[in-house]
């Protein structure tokens, strides 16, 4: 999985700071992953009163996968993602209606804390929390925890791609 390729990409940073096609230390901002910052388009934000169901709309007519919940000042509480759907008993639908931040609590048990990163963290310090936290992506945040975008597995596996050489050059 993405997942994997990853968590491999950061068991060997010792050994990929010197070969690699991307300087890990360069911060996010620098390497192109934040260029789309507050496009509409890639990330919806959720509010934690709305409730899930609206939420889950939201998902499916933009047709993302997860969204930040935010808090009335607009800062990022948690996220919610289609999976929080998956294997939830026909007795619990209606829990749907609920605010999205009580829907999460009762489902998960507690509502999750974000894993956030800022645009000038480091690409290291990024794969570090991702693996950590064993998410798919991270809420770019700006200063005041609002988030302005995302960062993906996919979004950094594609900057390791387009910046690897090709065969004939390296072998």
Known sequence: SQFDVIRYIGSHLSVIKGQSP???QKSIQDLGLCADIGKPETFSIIPGSDSALQGFRVLA???LVAAPVVDEQGKVITTLSTNDLRGVASHHL???LLPTTQFLSQMR???MFPVTCLPTDTLKECLTKIISAKVHRLWI???E???VGVLT???IIRLFKENSKE???CC
Do not use: A, F, M, Y
Request: proline share 4%; net charge neutral.
């Open 22 to 24: 991307v300087d890990i």
């Open 141 to 143: 945040v700006n200063e």
């Open 153 to 155: 597995v996919t979004s």
């Open 167 to 169: 065969c004939s050059e």
């Open 61 to 63: 007519l933009k047709k």
């Open 94 to 96: 209606k829990k749907v």
């Open 145 to 147: 925890q609002q988030p």
């Open 109 to 111: 048990g507690e509502v």
